[in-house]
């Protein structure tokens, strides 16, 4: 069993700056890629950014130069840096660990971007 916990969501003006962490507990036996999603209102879940175990990152285009992902192995965590943020980032952010046996989604963390 493997739990995932996502934290540091909230309201934030434009051009404002989060920092959203996720640490993954449990059963875990050696996790992969750990990523980032978000889902706004009406929309689909789409992939925000991800960080391989040695440290390949990708982003989505609409979030490069702007997000920054990171993570610590050794505390099973991922961290997503949001500078510059957009009210059309506003969503509900949710974490996915991929780990040997499957992957695990966490209950996600509300980004609010007012303008």
């Known amino acids: 069993q493997v739990q995932v916990v996502e934290s540091g969501g909230g309201l934030v003006q434009a051009g404002g700056s989060l920092r959203l962490s996720c640490a993954a507990s449990?059963?875990?036996?050696?996790?992969?890629?750990m990523a980032w999603y978000r889902q706004a209102p009406g929309k689909q879940r789409d992939m925000v950014a991800g960080?391989?175990?040695?440290?390949?990152?990708n982003y989505a285009d609409s979030v490069k130069d702007r997000f920054t992902i990171s993570r610590d192995n050794a505390k099973n965590t991922v961290y997503l840096q949001m500078n510059s943020l957009k009210p059309e980032d506003t969503a509900l952010y949710y974490c996915k660990v991929y780990t040997y046996y499957g992957s695990y989604w966490g209950q996600g963390t509300q980004v609010t971007v007012s303008s």
């Open positions: 449990g059963t875990i036996s050696s996790i992969n890629t």
């Open positions: 960080v391989t175990r040695d440290g390949i990152t």
